[in-house]
């Protein structure tokens, strides 16, 4: 079983930055492609990135050049670090755990509790 609690959210400017953390507990964390989400109100959740286990990342084009998604495995820890943030980066955002390589939520089975972003214009 991996528990996966997320921290670091908070309101933010137009053009700051911010750091999320996932700290997680349990079972073989560096076996897991480990991913970050967020949901807008209304909106489904939606695919930020990812980190293998060798540490290399994918990204969608909306975060592409601005997200960076890194892991310590010896801390079990995956990090976001977010910059530029725009008013449309605002939602609630969600790490997950998987063994394979997947952007669609409903194939992770590990999820943190979720931390809101809010960027103010």
């Known amino acids: 079983q991996l528990q996966l609690v997320e921290s670091g959210g908070g309101l933010v400017q137009v053009g700051d930055s911010l750091r999320l953390s996932c700290v997680a507990s349990?079972?073989?964390?560096?076996?897991?492609?480990m991913a970050w989400f967020r949901q807008a109100p209304g909106k489904e959740r939606e695919f930020v990135g990812f980190?293998?286990?060798?540490?290399?990342?994918y990204y969608s084009d909306s975060v592409k050049g601005r997200f960076t998604i890194s892991r310590d495995n010896a801390k079990t820890t995956v990090t976001l670090q977010m910059n530029s943030l725009k008013p449309e980066d605002t939602a609630v955002y969600y790490c997950?755990?998987?063994?394979?390589?997947?952007?669609?939520?409903?194939?992770?089975?590990?999820w943190g509790q979720g931390t809101q972003i809010t960027v103010s214009s």
């Open positions: 980190v293998r286990p060798s540490g290399t990342t």
């Open positions: 997950a755990a998987n063994l394979g390589s997947s952007v669609v939520p409903g194939s992770y089975r590990y």
């Open positions: 349990g079972l073989l964390f560096d076996h897991y492609f």
